[in-house]
């Protein structure tokens, strides 16, 4: 079973957080901090493999987790888990992520919040795997846009507003209005590096 | 097909950017509360916030959730948003419950009224909503609420696929809070066969449920085997092709074969040869794949690969039952442990854990042993170095130890704090294990101090110093060692410590060699002497009176050590009792009373008796904790005799042969006789304390003066009346601690603890001037029996053989185990079970007091049973090693009369008439 998913910055900002067994918030604060530090210090050539923060179970629980450009996807598990199974697991969550944000950064994730719980949550529910059927889970997520598009547009917030909003984000990072022509093939992505001047923000 | 609309949140994103800019905590802190006024100030007002507003506030307050800041209202509107007609509205009320509501809130009652409306949903959209909500929740009190709907969604006909999915994963997440939640029956058959599932996605989901069902109750879901079987069957033998999209990088449907080999791990290997056969094609396709070319580079097709890979070996381990499978997946983790992906080379360490434990492939896995120990050396990651160092522990035997434990050694000077402790503990128990020889056992350890001192926990240094005690052969060379590595310009204070020992016990085997002549020992030791903590400056001290005894001959130099200020006059009191006292024995006593004093230790005993010495009596229709021992204690009893110039060296010896109050069979059976193996002092941890008991009795003289001495005195002989003792016994039926038997010279104190049938009785001797000398007395209770062992005490006292007859205070009673139940079941029972006892109160008949003795007693008080309250009511289980008594009390008193009636009930007769006799000397 799935305990907990955390994606936290290179800096340890918590961009998601999702836990599948109750903690109070608190201790919730906690374990992404310990997370953070066990994760952090390890080199990105090594296992993705570690055994849990002491917090979270000891021991019987591993944390797996995939580091991409700006980003740690951070899953802890028990032994019930399939290790490569849930590097399998965080690489759909984040080419789906990819797909429905055209070249996903680390803002779409602050920007887009209840976007992401919404991918996720189709994914993964109850700490189980819901699906792991890419193209399954995007038609979930499209027809979930329906339903909002039929909704009618109630925003009064433009594009071009929203970028003056953000003046020092660059067009790309807030890829607000995306191309409708996708290219087909998979990438294995990376995730664009944000200029310099985005980076050393702190959130 | 970009999934997000084209448009942001204006006031979202301005709100993020200013703390972003925040240059402090303190600033931010600012900016989040400003916000929130702001939020609850649009939440309370107006009621005309729009959806736009309602999703703008909302992921504000996630947004200010995710920094760490407590949310406390929002509730209520994110409650009212879940019964709106919008979609997105619906959403991000249900978003908001499932991150910021936890399963006590009082909202639960609130929100289930609109989850069961979505639930009835004809949009599966809303109704997966709703069960997200459920499984995210996941209380009992939604278990209740939908313990009936879940299950039906999820095997009618009518469930749209995506639904069928999330209903399995949700009625899972509530199973695991209610067990009762899924109905058996028919309805076991409906959920296995959610395996035959045309939607992969349903099978991957019920897949998931039925491992947690099976789980909880394996034999009413057998027959999800085959079913299982057939699917991973053809998944296996598909071509990719087949399967469209749950081919995952040209790997069919990895996921869904992970998870069924997972659930075939809770069984045993199929007993249909025809289900068997299939399921072992499977593993042999599954490992042929493993061998054929990648079909893509991409490490995502690997990964997904190997996932199967991986799952497919360790259900081939787990049924170890297939030499030939066993073997093949030995040697293909044996191609992974150098594999250039790292998470690979984990993995298959992990496994070959497993498979060292197997018979089959034990020696299959040490031919590994090289690699294995090259990862230990060149592994960058100590995720990786661990799983090297638990493989080599698993996979060592007698054959290869001195190899395994020389590199763990090696690998422990450079390895990771994190994982020393661990290490040290394992070198510890492979040397002990497998030496054959314990020269090199001793080395081991020595090392061990020397390399990782820091990580060298107690119990390691104690057991070298057991070992080094209990092998003549090894005392010389440990002797020798420890010298040696005393030399070392810094060392650790452990090696200390248990150079300190070895040296006062075993010095003199090395003394010959004018390179390790006593004076040079003991400068060798001196010279850490300021180094050192308290504890181990005392145990050197200890070392120190030690050499008076082995080598008279620096015995003024040792005297100086001891008179020094910093000894004689330290801040711990510890170190200024034992330099005063060590002095003024060497300088009193004569070097045959200091010679027994300072005899060499006896050998401890061995560790497993002195765990669990379990005290057997072979037969006999009455079984008792039947203990003969001879425990030599060095002891001293407080003497003031006119001779006090020559203190004495007095023995206090426990011995307790068999009484005729127990009628013991087979008496002069040779089992019985030492079956406690207590011929050794005290537990092993106070060897330095009962030194210093020793010691302090010794001197007691010395300080205390005459006055202890009047009237057992010297001239009076032979056995102390037990009359004092009798009281004192009675006692101990209600209580566990306490003093047994005490007068003049001596005070006997009783500490015992007792679970089920074992039981353990600390026996401590003393005057009154010393620390106790303590016995440990494990017992069984083997059956029901009357009366107490004896326990015969004798020692010395003033050159006067004593003697005390007295019982140890184990009655059959302390084996109970309170036992709870409500009156109908009392009842009942006690109409089977009786022993009857009328007697009068000799003690005021105080409600408390019963209470207290009751509780003692060691039953369960259960109250509000008997009709009438003046009643008492208990019951309890008596455990014994051959079954299980079951006993029932009820106790009325008679105030009037001052009387009591005691009944006891119990399966066996002869128990309840014992625990009657016991129980009605207490009131």
């Not at chain 2, 030499?323 to 250039?340: E, I, K, T, W, Y």
């Not at chain 2, 160092?389 to 035997?397: N, R, T």
Request: proline share 4%; glycine share 6%; net charge neutral.
């Amino acid at each position: 079973m799935i305990k907990a998913i955390l994606v936290f910055n290179n800096h340890g900002k918590p961009r998601l957080t999702k836990f599948y067994q109750y903690f109070n918030e608190e201790m919730q604060q906690q374990i992404i901090k310990e997370t953070f530090q066990l994760v952090s210090k390890r080199d990105d050539n090594v296992c993705n493999f570690l055994e849990g923060g002491s917090l979270i179970g000891g021991a019987d629980y591993k944390l797996i987790y995939r580091h991409y450009a700006t980003l740690y996807f951070v899953f802890c598990v028990d032994s019930s888990e399939s290790e490569l199974g849930i590097l399998d697991l965080i690489q759909v969550f984040v080419e789906t992520l990819d797909k429905c944000f055209e070249n996903v950064c680390e803002l779409d994730l602050i920007f887009h919040v209840d976007k992401v719980h919404y991918i996720l949550n189709e994914l993964v529910m109850g700490g189980m795997v819901l699906e792991t059927n890419m193209t399954e889970i995007i038609t979930r997520i499209e027809d979930q846009n329906k339903l909002e598009k039929q909704e009618g547009p109630y925003n009064s917030a433009s594009p071009s507003s929203l970028r003056a909003g953000l003046a020092a984000a660059p067009a790309r990072a807030v890829s607000a209005v995306k191309s409708m022509n996708l290219p087909q093939q998979i990438k294995d992505i990376k995730l664009p590096d944000l200029p310099a001047a985005i980076k050393d923000l702190k959130f | 097909m970009p999934a997000v609309r084209g448009d942001g949140m204006r006031g979202l994103a301005v709100f993020i950017s200013d703390i972003r800019n925040c240059k402090s905590k303190e600033a931010e802190v600012k900016r989040i509360n400003k916000e929130l006024a702001n939020i609850r100030s649009k939440f309370k007002g107006d009621k005309t916030l729009d959806g736009y507003q309602k999703k703008k506030y909302v992921c504000k307050l996630l947004f200010i959730f995710l920094l760490g800041h407590d949310i406390d209202f929002g509730h209520m509107e994110a409650v009212n948003l879940l019964s709106s007609n919008k979609y997105t509205e619906k959403q991000i009320g249900y978003l908001f419950i499932s991150v910021l509501v936890n399963t006590n809130s009082d909202l639960i009652k609130l929100i289930v009224q609109s989850i069961k409306n979505d639930l009835g949903s004809r949009n599966p959209v809303h109704v997966n909503l709703a069960l997200q909500c459920i499984a995210n929740i996941g209380s009992k009190e939604m278990a209740d609420a939908f313990g009936t709907d879940i299950p039906k969604l999820l095997v009618s006909g009518e469930t749209m696929d995506v639904v069928k999915q999330s209903a399995a994963l949700c009625l899972l997440r509530l199973f695991r809070t209610t067990q009762e939640i899924i109905p058996g029956g028919e309805w076991t058959s409906r959920i296995i066969h959610l395996l035959n599932d045309q939607h992969m996605g349903v099978v991957t989901a019920a897949c998931s449920l039925i491992e947690a069902l099976v789980k909880k109750n394996p034999d009413e879901y057998k027959g999800c085997v085959s079913l299982a079987v057939s699917r991973l069957s053809r998944i296996v033998t598909a071509s990719y092709t087949d399967l469209q999209d749950y081919t995952y990088y040209f790997v069919p449907a990895p996921w869904l074969s992970v998870k069924l080999l997972r659930l075939l791990q809770h069984y045993p290997p199929p007993e249909d040869p025809g289900v068997r056969g299939r399921l072992n094609e499977c593993l042999d396709t599954i490992l042929n794949k493993a061998q054929e070319p990648p079909k893509s580079k991409k490490v995502q097709h690997s990964n997904a690969k190997n996932a199967v890979l991986f799952e497919a070996i360790s259900i081939i381990i787990h049924s170890d039952s297939e030499p030939n499978l066993l073997v093949r997946a030995c040697n293909q983790l044996g191609q992974f442990l150098s594999h250039r992906e790292t998470n690979l080379r984990y993995l298959a360490l992990e496994t070959m854990c497993l498979l060292a434990t197997s018979e089959f492939s034990h020696e299959a896995v040490k031919k590994h042993q090289e690699t294995v120990i090259n990862a230990l050396k060149t592994e960058r990651d100590v995720s990786v170095r661990q799983r090297a160092v638990d493989l080599l522990y698993a996979m060592c035997d007698r054959s290869n130890a001195e190899e395994i434990v020389q590199e763990m050694l090696n690998y422990l000077e450079t390895a990771d704090y994190s994982i020393r402790e661990e290490m040290v503990l394992k070198v510890a128990i492979l040397a002990e294990k497998y030496a054959q020889d314990y020269t090199w056992y001793v080395d081991v350890i020595l090392n061990l101090i020397r390399i990782a001192g820091d990580y060298v926990s107690e119990e390691v240094w104690y057991r070298v110093i057991q070992i080094v005690v209990n092998r003549e052969d090894v005392q010389g060379y440990a002797a020798k060692t420890v010298f040696e590595a005393l030399q070392a310009p810094a060392c650790h204070e452990n090696m200390v410590k248990v150079g300190g020992y070895i040296l006062g016990e075993f010095g003199n085997l090395i003394a010959g060699d004018s390179r390790s002549a006593p004076v040079v020992q003991f400068q060798l030791l001196h010279s850490k002497y300021h180094l050192c903590s308290a504890a181990t400056r005392a145990l050197l001290l200890t070392t120190y009176i030690k050499f008076i005894n082995l080598f008279p001959e620096i015995k003024s130099q040792i005297q100086d050590v001891l008179k020094s200020n910093s000894n004689l006059r330290s801040s711990d009191a510890e170190l200024q009792q034992r330099a005063s006292e060590y002095l003024h024995l060497s300088v009193t006593t004569t070097t045959d009373v200091l010679a027994t004093v300072l005899e060499e230790m006896p050998p401890f005993t061995e560790k497993e008796s002195s765990i669990l010495a379990v005290l057997k009596k072979k037969s006999g229709r009455m079984s008792a904790q039947e203990a003969q021992r001879e425990a030599r204690v060095q002891a001293r009893e407080g003497n003031a005799a006119p001779a006090a110039e020559k203190a004495q060296n007095a023995q206090l010896k426990t011995k307790s042969p068999s009484n005729a109050a127990f009628p013991i069979p087979q008496l002069n059976n040779s089992t019985s006789a030492d079956l406690l193996g207590l011929s050794t002092p005290p537990a092993t941890q106070n060897n330095t304390q009962s030194n210093t008991g020793v010691l302090v009795d010794v001197l007691g003289d010395l300080y205390g003066g005459g006055g202890t001495n009047t009237h057992n005195g010297t001239s009076a002989p032979a056995t102390i009346s037990m009359s004092g003792a009798t009281d004192n016994i009675k006692k101990f039926v209600c209580k566990n601690n306490g003093v047994l038997y005490e007068n003049d010279i001596i005070q006997i104190g009783i500490k015992s603890e007792f679970r089920q049938n074992l039981g353990r009785v600390g026996v401590f001797y003393g005057n009154k001037t010393s620390m106790p000398l303590q016995q440990l007395v494990n017992c069984e209770c083997v059956e029901d029996f009357n009366g107490l062992p004896d326990l015969s005490v004798s020692f010395t006292y003033g050159n006067v053989p004593q003697r005390l007859a007295l019982h140890l205070p184990l009655s059959c009673n302390k084996f109970f185990e309170p036992t709870d139940m409500n009156g109908e079941s009392f009842f009942a029972r006690w109409k089977n079970l009786k022993a009857q006892k009328i007697f009068k109160a000799t003690g005021p008949m105080e409600n408390a007091s019963i209470k207290t003795k009751l509780l003692g007693f060691g039953m369960q008080l259960l109250e509000g049973i008997d009709p009438n309250p003046e009643n008492y009511v208990c019951a309890a289980i008596i455990h014994t090693r051959t079954q299980q008594i079951g006993c029932l009390l009820r106790l009325e008193p008679n105030r009037q009369a001052e009387m009591y009636r005691l009944t006891i009930r119990a399966s066996k007769e002869s128990t309840a008439q014992i625990l009657a006799d016991l129980l009605a000397e207490q009131f």
